[in-house]
């Protein structure tokens, strides 16, 4: 009797532990959902801030060179004004004295008419000379004249000048803040997305889902375009660095995490520093990709490539063509970094190489 009623608990109890698995699996499955829309929300801000910071950056830095070209400008403004006043005033001075001598001149002309004991030849000298005199003064009020137009031409430009450069103060000062704002706003992002992959599966499944959104970009890029240029072949071992003072943080198949190792290569750097690049090529793609933040790819030819990762802004856009040295982006933090830094790949066909053994020693 005991036996036949074993089976029926034993089967009741097996089937609420599987109900019981599934309705775990299937809440880990919706949390697991949850939190990867979290985290897909969170990388969409972080790369909304970042274009913001970019272009904030980019506008900053334009004014800057705007408003030193102005202060240049103003500085040369005045100098000009400053002469032509001293010239305006010599000429002034000439003018007055050719003013009295033709006045002297002119009387004692008209009383050698007057008197008849004087001689012709004095009297026709003086006319002669009262004519200079007045040909004389006839040029200096021109030039006074010309002087004068020209000190009302550089007031103009003067005043011109300076509103500009105080509208652009106050837009310089705008940008500034707009900047400080968006800089605060990724702050907090990306210690939110920190939060979200803080174990060691979360961080290297980001890690290995933004290598295959590289792999995708780099497709799509050599899909899209024909570089028909020598490759950078020849150049093993000599092209320059895409930095200043490099400083290695992290050096190429070093570990990352868990087995993924790192496919460049990544410099300090400071903000704003020029990011220059290795050699002529194609611009195949200039955007912001997740992990790796404001991106430039460029095409070489050949199927070789030269990537360019956590930007702050970039100089150049897809389509462009850049000749070895050129400025095509400037450093940054972007891409979630915690630092300003660089990151630099070299590919062949598609196949990350070591960044060192091409760079010169």
Not at 299 to 325: C, F, I, P, W
């Amino acid at each position: 009797m005991c036996l036949t009623f074993s089976f029926p608990l034993t089967s009741h109890a097996n089937d609420a532990e599987l109900k019981g698995m599934k309705q775990e699996i299937s809440r880990q499955n919706s949390l697991l959902s949850k939190q990867k829309k979290e985290l897909s929300s969170l990388q969409t801000s972080l790369k909304k801030h970042e274009l913001s910071i970019a272009n904030a950056s980019q506008k900053t830095r334009n004014a800057e060179r705007e408003l030193n070209s102005l202060k240049v400008s103003i500085a040369g403004l005045k100098q000009q004004q400053s002469e032509l006043t001293q010239q305006q005033v010599g000429q002034i001075e000439i003018l007055k004295d050719l003013l009295v001598n033709y006045y002297l001149t002119s009387r004692n002309n008209q009383l050698s008419n007057v008197l008849s004991g004087d001689d012709v030849n004095k009297i026709d000298r003086m006319t002669q000379y009262a004519q200079r005199l007045s040909e004389a003064r006839v040029g200096a009020i021109s030039q006074l004249e010309f002087t004068t137009m020209q000190l009302k031409e550089k007031e103009a430009s003067l005043l011109e000048q300076q509103q500009r450069q105080s509208d652009l103060l106050a837009q310089y000062t705008k940008e500034k803040q707009t900047l400080q704002t968006s800089q605060n706003k990724r702050k907090k992002t990306v210690s939110s997305i920190k939060n979200r992959i803080s174990s060691e599966s979360g961080y290297l499944n980001e890690l290995q889902q933004n290598e295959k959104r590289l792999k995708v970009a780099i497709a799509k890029a050599k899909a899209k375009n024909n570089v028909p240029m020598d490759g950078i072949a020849r150049q093993k071992g000599r092209l320059p660095w895409p930095i200043d003072n490099p400083k290695t943080l992290h050096s190429f198949g070093t570990k990352q995490t868990g087995q993924l190792t790192w496919k460049g290569m990544v410099f300090a750097s400071q903000y704003g520093a020029p990011v220059k690049a290795v050699d002529s090529g194609k611009v195949v793609f200039a955007d912001w990709l997740r992990g790796y933040g404001l991106m430039i790819l460029i095409d070489h030819g050949k199927g070789d490539m030269t990537l360019y990762g956590y930007n702050q802004s970039l100089m150049k856009k897809e389509g462009d063509k850049v000749r070895a040295g050129e400025t095509i982006a400037v450093v940054g933090d972007s891409g979630g970094q915690d630092r300003p830094s660089l990151y630099f790949e070299i590919r062949r066909n598609s196949k990350a190489q070591n960044p060192r053994s091409w760079l010169k020693r």
